[in-house]
């Protein structure tokens, strides 16, 4: 590329509807502190350039410190020559720091997330690398520590005496979309539930961290992890959506293999085998061509003690991560007047009614700035991505046949809430759904 077609590249996506004036302006200093350098990945010499490059502009500093933060958004293939390129070539030995940022993916099982790891570590330590979820980055991800931990009214029914289930869901209402091929080769586990609902679910059922401090968060949420077994097959929903509401289907996608039996839904349930959660399943579901975009956590609690209140709707607490952030809670109430008859009802923290001038900064701007102050408290550490792995490599390995015949997904309409399969498939593990209302038989005060 030319300059100009950089920055073109560059700011393509920044939005600016009304033609904001200040957001021009803007956009042209970023544009005017942006430079291009081309080279081959392998190429030792390339990277050489670079860093001319770069001391050139640390020419124009004050001070003496040269800061380096390089982030890796690339294929995943050429992580380890880059890695390797970055550190005997660009790397300052002393009077500043050096980090790097990874995206995922970390590998595509076990042995590839620890053969990456391990040619990682030979050029960069685990302080100077910043392997990025940009899930961690979400504000109400962020915010599932204050709600538990500084809440004593939650954090008294946070464990299985209290919690039938828990269900975590990722809903996109658009398929592969000429992607086919890329989403082919991973498929919607490995590029949704091992990584971003993982690490909700770790931050839903860690214990209180000692403190703030990264490590100690990083600490309990490899704790929890350790704690859960490998998924079962029999645990598992596994759809691929089909031509509907004049929508293509997966396979009518000109960069999918012929007759590729990859899920594009994914439905498993997790267990954690301690004292606070044994028993409770945690059903994680992912799924693309679905009826709406949404991102949310949905804890349903136990039955209320049966007699006068029998068969009333379950209190749940619902945390959306997105779109329109919120934290609701369902509760029973009742309803005016004089029958005593109950309805489901919700206490509602929709953040744009309740923070109207507030700004919720995007997750990619949050960590970024975490990775260039070199807070890895939102960062995924190396123990954490192993035992991840382990958790999801045999159900993996059994969808991709590496373990007998490949299972064939079971189909979805697109544009639908997913296979027609999922609602007993949540049902066995002790989801209820709620009814509009609930009437028992107490007389009414007219009659008395």
Known sequence: MDPDEFHKREVSYIKNPNDDPEIVKAIDSFKAMSTYIAGDYEDGSA?????????EIESHYQSKERNR???LALPPSVFIPVAKNLKEHCYIPKNGINRVIIEKPFGSDLDSARELLGSVKQYWTEDETFRIDHYLGKEMVKNLLVLRFANVALGAAWDKNSISNVQITFKEPFGTEGRGGYFDEFGIIRDILQNHLLQVLSILTMERPVSFAAEDIRDEKVKVLRCIPPIERDDTLLGQYVAANGKPGYLDDDTV??????????????????????GVPFIMKAGKALNEAKVEVRIQFKDVTQGIF????????????????????????????????AMPIEMDLTYKRRFTDAKIPEAYEALILDALKGDHSNFVRHDELDVAWKIFT??????????????RPVSYPYGSRGPKELDPFVTKYGFKRASEGYVWPVASLASL
Not at 47 to 55: G, M, Q, S
Not at 310 to 322: F, G, P, T
């Open 394 to 407: 045999p159900i993996l390995h059994w969808i991709d046949g590496k373990a007998g015949a490949r299972p």
């Open 257 to 278: 293999p012929r007759n590729s039996v990859c899920p594009t839904f994914a439905a498993t349930t997790l267990w954690i085998n301690n004292p606070r959660w044994e």
């Open 69 to 71: 933060l390089f982030y």
């Open 310 to 341: 029998k068969d009333i709707a379950r209190n749940e607490l619902v945390i959306r991560i997105q779109p329109s952030e919120a934290v609701y809670m369902k509760l029973n109430a009742k309803t005016p007047g004089l029958y005593t008859r």
């Open 47 to 55: 990277f050489d350039k670079l860093n001319a490059h770069l001391e």
